[in-house]
């Protein structure tokens, strides 16, 4: 093939080829954008957090499991948070007090709580597809999704590995 030919096949397949990472719900993709208000109504973006480890929680106040969960991710937080450790919690509440009253009780002392009072309607796990809660998706520094479904024992396990 000519030269001429090929940079001309070249160009005619080129636009069926992307090159830019694939925004997703699953292990390699990147990670959705998320902004949303926290308890204070100012926004809060995911994409704000870039340059982190970021574990995206799920969670309700009126759901036990999520608050049984809560003080795992509190441990994890205040172990890893100087290295670099933050958690963007998504609150599918839809009684603000409420929602305030648990992040207060369970002592989730991060910044990064939003929530649109929209409970399971919520925008942000629409955009996931959560289906239940709690659900935790880990997101590297580099704003792709590395683990989902991760809580517990096996967030302690993933985070040591990554920091240690």
């Known amino acids: 093939m ?3 030919k090929y940079i ?3 160009f005619f397949l080129f636009p069926f080829f992307s090159f830019a990472q694939k925004t997703g ?3 390699g993709d990147k990670a959705i954008e998320l902004s949303y208000n926290n308890p204070n109504e100012k926004e809060m973006s995911l994409s704000e957090l870039r340059g982190k480890l970021v574990l995206i929680d ?3 106040s009126w759901c036990g499991p999520c608050r049984r969960e809560n003080p795992n991710l509190v441990r994890a937080y205040e172990k890893y948070h100087s290295k670099g450790f933050e958690v963007f919690s998504v609150s599918l509440d839809s009684n603000k007090d409420k929602w305030i009253k648990a ?4 002592g989730l002392a991060w910044e990064n709580h939003v929530c649109d009072l929209q409970g399971w309607r919520n925008e942000a796990s629409r955009a996931y597809g959560i289906s ?3 659900h935790a998706i880990l997101i590297g520094k580099d704003g792709v999704i590395i683990r989902t479904h991760i809580r517990g024992a096996a967030l302690e396990t993933e985070l040591e590995k990554l920091f240690d």
């Open 103 to 106: 992040i207060e009780k369970d």
């Open 2 to 4: 000519s030269k001429k």
């Open 25 to 27: 719900i699953n292990i």
């Open 58 to 60: 799920f969670w309700a």
């Open 8 to 10: 001309l096949f070249l």
């Open 132 to 134: 239940s809660i709690p």
